[in-house]
């Protein structure tokens, strides 16, 4: 690496750490050169975390866009089904009061199970398996 290559910070310490050498005499220049050295390491070290860091996002981002063309809703995360299964529970509350009143047991039953069968088909949908047979079945949710 070439002195132009380091950034003007690491210029000013090579040019400080040259002058220092001139003042100091030879005895203290092992020790300035490992001080240099060191700055010269962390800067590496930074640089090298941005790129690491900037290479991950933008694999991350072409994964997830690809998933996104494909279909595949697995790339999402758990927020979706999380998201879900929350609003269902919140929403049980009343659906389950309005069942009871007008259909007794038998209506709190079946609100239950279309509860659980709309989270079921819902994360179903997420396996791939599942989603390999609608596509085989072509049911591919086009409502032709």
Known sequence: MDAEGLGPELRKELDATLQTRGELGPE???ELV???LEKVDRRLDSVIERRVRRQV???RTAEAREART???????????AFGLA???LVLAI????IAVL???RAGLLICWAGIVGVNAFHSAGRL???????ERDGASGDWD
């Open 28 to 30: 203290y220049e092992s």
């Open 34 to 36: 490992d001080s240099f």
């Open 57 to 59: 996002a933008e694999q």
């Open 70 to 80: 494909r279909g595949d809703h697995s790339a999402e995360g758990p927020g979706a």
């Open 86 to 88: 929350a609003i269902s």
């Open 94 to 97: 009343p659906l389950s009061a």
């Open 102 to 104: 007008n259909a007794g």
């Open 128 to 134: 791939p398996w599942f989603r390999g047979r609608l």
